[in-house]
C-alpha cells in the first residue's frame, strides 16, 4: 500500500496525467483514499520501535529512574498499539468508494393519508437540522406538499464531507406511533414514510448522452409568487434508454433547475448499478445497514413513550424531541460499529 501510495504521488504531479481530468480525478481519490492508511501504518511501525527501545532499556539500564520512565513507556505503548491495530484492521477494509459522495435524499410518505404526509414533514426538518449541525448543504429538487402539511414527496441534495456515507443508513421504512392531529378521540395511530439516499453521480461516473434525454418544461406549481408560477422555469427531464424521469422546480431559473435536474438523473441512472451492489452485499450482512431493501422497516417512533427504536442493531433511547431535532450522530455511530463488525466478520479478521 505505501509502494501504491508513492507511485499515486508521483502520477498526480505529472503533467501528462493533469491534462487529462478524468484520470487526475480517479488517481487524485485513490490517493486520498489510501493516505489515512499508510499514516497509520508509519505510526505503528514508529510505536513498535519505541516499544523494542524502551524494553531494551529496561533490560539493561540500572538507574531506578530510568527503569521507571521506560516502563512507563512500556505500558503506555502496549496500551496504544492494540487500539492502533484495530484501526488498521478497519482502514485494510475496501472502503466503499460511494462514502465520500455527496447524497439524493428522499422523503415520501407512505400508509396513514394526511398524518403520513406531516411525519414525512417531520423526518425532512430532522434530516435538515442534522446536516445544519453538520455543515451540510440542503438544496430543495422538487417537492409535493400534504394538504394538512408536511409533504407528500420531497426530494433535495444533501452536499459536504462524506454525507452519503453517513446518511446511507437512513434508507427504508420509518414508521411514527402517535396521537394524529386530526384524531379527536385521542387514539394513537400508526403512520409511516420511507427514505431513500442515494450517492450522487459525479459527472466522471458515467457518460450521459444527452441525446437520450427529453427535455420538458412547464410552469411551476406551490410557492413562489408571479414569477415562479407563470414562467415556463419547471424542467422535466426524461430519459428514452432507461424510462427514468425527474423533474425540478425550485429555482426561478430555467438554467438552475435544468443542471439541477440533470445532477439528478445522472444520479437515478448510476444508481441502477449500484443498486445491483447493494442487493449483492445485503444478503451477506445480517443488520442490514446501508444495503438495497428500502422496503424494510428500520425505525419507529412512539411519540406517547418518547422513543425512538432502530430495529436493525437493537438501538433504543428515550428522548424523542431532542432526536427529531436532529440529534443523529449516536444511532448512525451504532449503526456504523456494526456495520464495521460485520464488514470484519466478511474480511475474516
Same mark, same amino acid.
Not at 539500564?61 to 498499539?81: C, H, N, Q, T
Not at 444533501?158 to 420509518?174: D, Q
Given at each position: 500500500m505505501k509502494e501504491k501510495f508513492e507511485m499515486l504521488s508521483q502520477q498526480i504531479s505529472d503533467p501528462s496525467v493533469m491534462s487529462d481530468m478524468k484520470r487526475y480525478v480517479s488517481l487524485n481519490k485513490e490517493y486520498r483514499e489510501i493516505e489515512p492508511l499508510v499514516e497509520a501504518g508509519e505510526k505503528y511501525r514508529i510505536l513498535l520501535g519505541n516499544l523494542e527501545s524502551a524494553k531494551e532499556m529496561l533490560m539493561v539500564e540500572k538507574d531506578e529512574e530510568m527503569r521507571d520512565m521506560a516502563k512507563e513507556e512500556v505500558d503506555k505503548l502496549e496500551e496504544e498499539i492494540p487500539r492502533l491495530e484495530e484501526e488498521i484492521k478497519l482502514l485494510l477494509i475496501p472502503a466503499d468508494p460511494q462514502d465520500a459522495k455527496n447524497a439524493i435524499l428522499e422523503v415520501r410518505a407512505g400508509a396513514g393519508g394526511d398524518e403520513a404526509s406531516i411525519f414525512a414533514g417531520d423526518l425532512f426538518r430532522m434530516y435538515s437540522k442534522f446536516a445544519e449541525r453538520k455543515g451540510w448543504k440542503v438544496e430543495i429538487n422538487s417537492q409535493s406538499e400534504g394538504t394538512s402539511g408536511g409533504f407528500k414527496e420531497i426530494i433535495c441534495k444533501v452536499s459536504g464531507n462524506g454525507v452519503y456515507g453517513v446518511l446511507k443508513y437512513e434508507s427504508g421504512v420509518h414508521r411514527v406511533q402517535r396521537v394524529p392531529q386530526t384524531e379527536t378521540q385521542g387514539r394513537v395511530h400508526t403512520s409511516a414514510a420511507?427514505?431513500?439516499?442515494?450517492?450522487?453521480? @459525479? @459527472?466522471?461516473?458515467?457518460?450521459?448522452?444527452?441525446?437520450?434525454?427529453?427535455?420538458?418544461?412547464?410552469?411551476?406549481?406551490?410557492?413562489?409568487? %408571479?414569477?415562479?408560477?407563470?414562467?415556463?422555469?419547471? $424542467?422535466?427531464?426524461?430519459?428514452?434508454?432507461?424510462? $427514468? *424521469?425527474?423533474?425540478? %422546480?425550485? @429555482? /426561478?431559473?430555467?438554467?438552475?433547475?435544468? @443542471?439541477?435536474?440533470?445532477?439528478?438523473?445522472?444520479?437515478?441512472?448510476?444508481?441502477?448499478?449500484?443498486? /445491483?451492489?447493494?442487493?449483492?452485499?445485503?444478503? /451477506?450482512?445480517?443488520?442490514? *445497514?446501508?444495503?438495497?431493501?428500502?422496503? !424494510? /422497516? $428500520?425505525?419507529?417512533?412512539?411519540?406517547?413513550?418518547?422513543?425512538?427504536?432502530?430495529?436493525?442493531?437493537?438501538?433504543?433511547?428515550?428522548?424523542?424531541?431532542?432526536?427529531?431535532?436532529?440529534?443523529? %450522530?449516536?444511532?448512525?455511530?451504532?449503526?456504523?460499529? !456494526?456495520?464495521?463488525?460485520?464488514?470484519?466478520?466478511?474480511?475474516? %479478521?
Amino acid at each position: 500500500m505505501k509502494e501504491k501510495f508513492e507511485m499515486l504521488s508521483q502520477q498526480i504531479s505529472d503533467p501528462s496525467v493533469m491534462s487529462d481530468m478524468k484520470r487526475y480525478v480517479s488517481l487524485n481519490k485513490e490517493y486520498r483514499e489510501i493516505e489515512p492508511l499508510v499514516e497509520a501504518g508509519e505510526k505503528y511501525r514508529i510505536l513498535l520501535g519505541n516499544l523494542e527501545s524502551a524494553k531494551e532499556m529496561l533490560m539493561v539500564e540500572k538507574d531506578e529512574e530510568m527503569r521507571d520512565m521506560a516502563k512507563e513507556e512500556v505500558d503506555k505503548l502496549e496500551e496504544e498499539i492494540p487500539r492502533l491495530e484495530e484501526e488498521i484492521k478497519l482502514l485494510l477494509i475496501p472502503a466503499d468508494p460511494q462514502d465520500a459522495k455527496n447524497a439524493i435524499l428522499e422523503v415520501r410518505a407512505g400508509a396513514g393519508g394526511d398524518e403520513a404526509s406531516i411525519f414525512a414533514g417531520d423526518l425532512f426538518r430532522m434530516y435538515s437540522k442534522f446536516a445544519e449541525r453538520k455543515g451540510w448543504k440542503v438544496e430543495i429538487n422538487s417537492q409535493s406538499e400534504g394538504t394538512s402539511g408536511g409533504f407528500k414527496e420531497i426530494i433535495c441534495k444533501v452536499s459536504g464531507n462524506g454525507v452519503y456515507g453517513v446518511l446511507k443508513y437512513e434508507s427504508g421504512v420509518h414508521r411514527v406511533q402517535r396521537v394524529p392531529q386530526t384524531e379527536t378521540q385521542g387514539r394513537v395511530h400508526t403512520s409511516a414514510a420511507s427514505v431513500a439516499v442515494l450517492p450522487e453521480a @459525479e @459527472e466522471f461516473d458515467i457518460d450521459l448522452n444527452i441525446s437520450d434525454v427529453r427535455k420538458d418544461t412547464f410552469c411551476s406549481s406551490g410557492p413562489g409568487g %408571479q414569477s415562479v408560477n407563470t414562467t415556463y422555469s419547471a $424542467i422535466r427531464l426524461t430519459h428514452a434508454p432507461t424510462g $427514468i *424521469v425527474v423533474q425540478c %422546480q425550485d @429555482e /426561478k431559473s430555467q438554467i438552475k433547475n435544468y @443542471e439541477k435536474a440533470l445532477a439528478e438523473l445522472r444520479t437515478r441512472i448510476y444508481n441502477l448499478e449500484y443498486d /445491483k451492489y447493494l442487493s449483492e452485499i445485503s444478503a /451477506k450482512r445480517k443488520t442490514m *445497514v446501508s444495503t438495497g431493501d428500502r422496503s !424494510a /422497516k $428500520i425505525r419507529t417512533y412512539n411519540y406517547p413513550q418518547s422513543r425512538v427504536t432502530d430495529h436493525r442493531i437493537n438501538y433504543t433511547m428515550y428522548n424523542l424531541p431532542v432526536f427529531m431535532d436532529g440529534a443523529l %450522530q449516536d444511532v448512525l455511530d451504532n449503526l456504523q460499529i !456494526a456495520e464495521n463488525a460485520e464488514r470484519l466478520k466478511e474480511n475474516g %479478521q
